[in-house]
């Protein structure tokens, strides 16, 4: 079945460390997304990316980087320079068409101490 | 800029009763709405979607939303809960052409389901 695979489901890192967030999608969709989730702030966007090659900042990429290298992959790296780091993280694709949805992943859960 | 507003961080209804969700959107031109679902843990799921060819949509799960250009609306409803519908539901808005949102995704806050037996 086609679908959004994000890697690991729980993820613990210690403060002043990287960490990368894996996203793979089998739909052949162009466009993919970065979402951080905060109980009570809905979905914010983080990165996201029309095209391989191409990547745009959302509203929160301080402290976040991506890669857009290959069309099926849009992996997420949270830096050192996030200041609140823990968070639910949702990796989205969508054909690129203005009026389709998005297909969510399961979304990581990264918990920094 | 678009933005969302999702009246009602929390909803509560009894199995059997009326499930109205709000959502308001502010958009500089017609937008495209999007109502989804998410479980604990999980990821969102669509329900619906508004894309300009009917106003009122049907989705999923037997819920439905209307699209009312006058008062900036997209409310979600379902004439009878199920124990199986709570979950946090979000409203979306997507900027059409001619915006400066052109493309992006903007989601409210989310509303949060309770259904009592």
């Known amino acids: 079945d086609g679908g959004i695979t994000q890697s690991p489901k729980y993820l613990f890192r210690k403060e002043g460390q990287n960490v990368t967030l894996s996203c793979e999608q089998n739909?052949?969709?162009?466009?993919m997304y970065w979402y951080r989730q905060d109980p009570g702030q809905g979905l914010r966007l983080i990165y996201y990316s029309q095209i391989v090659n191409d990547f745009q900042k959302g509203d929160i990429a301080e402290g976040y980087s991506v890669s857009r290298e290959k069309k099926e992959s849009f992996p997420l790296t949270v830096t050192s320079a996030q200041k609140n780091p823990t968070a639910f993280y949702l990796c989205?694709?969508?054909?690129?068409?203005?009026?389709?949805?998005?297909?969510f992943g399961n979304g990581t859960r990264l918990t920094v101490t | 800029a678009q933005s969302v507003t999702q009246l009602g961080s929390h909803v509560s209804v009894s199995e059997g009763a009326l499930v109205l969700l709000r959502c308001n959107y502010s958009s500089s031109v017609p937008p495209y709405l999007f109502w989804y679902v998410q479980y604990p843990n999980q990821g969102l799921q669509l329900l619906l979607k508004?894309?300009?060819?009917?106003?009122l949509v049907k989705g999923i799960n037997g819920f439905e939303a209307e699209f009312k250009k006058s008062e900036t609306s997209f409310h979600l409803t379902k004439p009878s809960a199920h124990m199986s519908d709570a979950a946090e539901y979000f409203c979306a808005v997507r900027g059409g052409a001619g915006g400066t949102s052109y493309g992006k995704l903007t989601f409210g806050q989310g509303t949060i389901l309770t259904v009592h037996p």
């Open positions: 989205a694709s969508s054909s690129g068409r203005i009026n389709s949805p998005l297909h």
């Open positions: 739909l052949n969709h162009d466009a």
């Open positions: 508004y894309t300009s060819a009917a106003t």
